[in-house]
């Protein structure tokens, strides 16, 4: 019999393992580089490249040496890069495949750094740059109004204005169009119908019975005439239930196109202030100035602050779901990889603290900074902690005189909670040139401002700009009385405070956007040129209500007519149906009188 | 040279080399290394075991070519079973939960939905492959070995020179 174990084969056997343990250990460093590089560049959608690793078991460290990241957006630069980073590696949770860091130091981060070759990769994943790529269509979904003084110095021309771009002449003829319709097919219903026979053999029946007795009838003629006023009742109680249909289809459509009509209110009012927009004559409101001098303005500030609220959703899930992310590259179908994760365990990925000193080697808070992570995790609920993160300036010759930045993202229950204040003093703040007046604005040095609040899908926060020692220069603004009136006004202006209030969701926030600059405007020009504006505005309203008066009478006419004859006439029917329903009903209770048994 | 060594073992493994047993459990655990992604720890144990248990080991590796290809078909239904067992079925979420919370168990990859359903795959079809295999053998030493070393073909390959260099590296 032969033997159930190959004995011979356990000395090769173990002595192909601890080779195979000894070359892991002599290739760990590479490989857990190779392995870095790789998920980091699925990650990123871009290189991610590292100098090297070196790997201490017995200390339970790692150090990771010249980490460079690309920009996905543009390969020849880096997102980022490190020159150093080390991390203390707690090794029980890696028996469960999760990694703990107890401490991690960053040294040498720079940001925007330029690269020698191109980080692109040749096939990036779907998801890369998914999160860039949703909130720049939702900028570009923003109206950011225009605004421009042309209307003002120059002769406003309503006989510009072309009919075809009004939007209520077009739904008023839609409308009569509709009306039209449902009239013809009301009236083809009604003739189908035809009450009117009904109605008149009931009210036939009804007269020849009116005065009949027992004794000019007989017990037989009774009986005879009393079913032939239940079928006579019968057929008008069936031709009545089409017609009250008909009536209530009738009344819900009139009353339909009556608010349909009302509504064309609402597009003449839009028509009236796309034509004071296409004749380029200005809103005196400030509310509506604000969002044209400064929307791009308000729209790069808030892009960064969405993306980082963005990335906090993605990586740092809320709750205890089972969670599915694609399953790693191999020649095999790569499947899906699910982690369970579970409260009071280990998160999959978790670093209780960092520490990263990054420098800012350009711009208007250049220095060097230092910030703290406490508690980042990709599994919050498990984790037990919200992320925490605090920056504080090392030094630096010029950049901002204070800074107060620091951050919660609190995931550990289904109701996100995060909060980002960020207060940056004496920081050298934008130079642009005002959109719609070719003003070129220098805000010098002032506060920046960041407070945001989230609550679930509930975004609320301010983003500030505020400088008291703006330089104007008058740029390509023309000359003339308008464009003098507005240089006033700005040229006097010594503080600018802009404010970007945001609400909505972090998925589909809402912007508005105030400011003294457009208060000055606003001011100056309702001062000296609100007469003509207002008379340039009643030309245009005057000129859109002649566009659209006759196809907004039409539509209220044929409304107007349905009601008066379709719905009227049905209503007539309806009325006859009943009173000679009535009538019989009355015949009928007589006649069962006469009628024994009946 | 080792692919020649190879051959030879996987024939002689057909012709004479262990009970049609020995050969049909070499070929069920090789389609293991087949049916599912090959880097993974159960395959590793099944390796060991292979090693250490008297089955025929050319077999084994006879199992893991053959079903490899029939592993990248099956991808798709593997992909679909591994989805159910690990997310469409909440009755087992408590059970994936602990495993996945439970040390080394996670560094089998259990939870990626192609590990678990070729894993599952090949536990439902080891024992038909087993049965399969052995009657398969059985078979063939029974009715085409002989006809096949009767065969003149062979008697020719085996007079010549070819077949003379290949006895050099015969295992025997």
Known sequence: MRRVLRLKAIVPLGLLLALSTAASAMFMDKIVEQAIEAVGTDIVGAKVELDGVEIDLAGGSVRLMGLQVTNPDSPMANLFQAEEIVADIDPVPLLEKKILVDTLAVRGLRFDTPRETSGAVERPAEQTGLIRRRIDQWAQRVQVPAFSLDGLTGTVDVAALNPDNLATPRAAAALSGAIDSSRTVWTEELASLDPQPAIDSGRALVERLSGASLISLGVRGAAQSLDQARRTLSEIDRVRGGVQELEADVTNGVDSFGRQVRGLADARNQDIAAALSALSIPSLDAPDISPALFGEVALARLKPVLYWLQVAEEYLPPGLDPRRRPGPNRARAPGSTVEFPKESEYAGFAVRVAEIDFALEEGPAEGNYTMLLNDLSSAPAVHGRPLQVAVGRQGGTTGPSSIRAHAVFDHISEISRDSIGVGLAGVGLPSFVLPGLGTEIDLGSGLNEISLVRRGDSLSGRIRIQSDNVSWSRGSLGTGRVNDIVWRALATLNDVDVAIDVGGSIFSPRVRVSSNVADAIARNLRQELEGEIRAAEQRVRAEVDRLVAEPMAQARASVAEVESTVSRVVQGHLQQLDAVKQELEAKIRDLRRMVPGN | ?172
Do not use: C
């Open chain 2, 1 to 172: 040279m080792l692919i020649l060594r190879l051959i030879q073992k996987l024939i002689a493994a057909l012709n004479s080399d262990g009970t049609p047993g020995q050969v049909a459990f070499g070929m069920a655990v090789g389609s293991a290394l087949g049916l599912t992604p090959f880097l993974n720890l159960h395959n590793f144990i099944l390796l060991v075991f292979a090693f250490l248990v008297n089955i025929s080991f050319p077999a084994v590796m006879l199992g893991w070519i053959v079903f490899a290809p029939v592993g990248f078909l099956l991808d798709p239904v593997f992909d679909r079973i591994g989805a159910w067992l690990l997310l469409d079925n909440t009755g087992l979420l408590s059970f994936w939960t602990s495993l996945y919370n439970t040390p080394v168990i996670p560094l089998s990859n259990y939870n990626n939905t192609i590990v678990l359903g070729s894993l599952v795959g090949w536990v439902v079809l080891a024992i038909p492959i087993y049965y399969l295999s052995r009657f398969g053998v059985g078979w063939y030493r029974a009715n085409v070995l002989p006809k096949l070393e009767r065969s003149k073909f062979v008697k020719a390959v085996k007079a010549s020179k070819v077949y003379s260099f290949y006895r050099l590296f015969r295992v025997d």
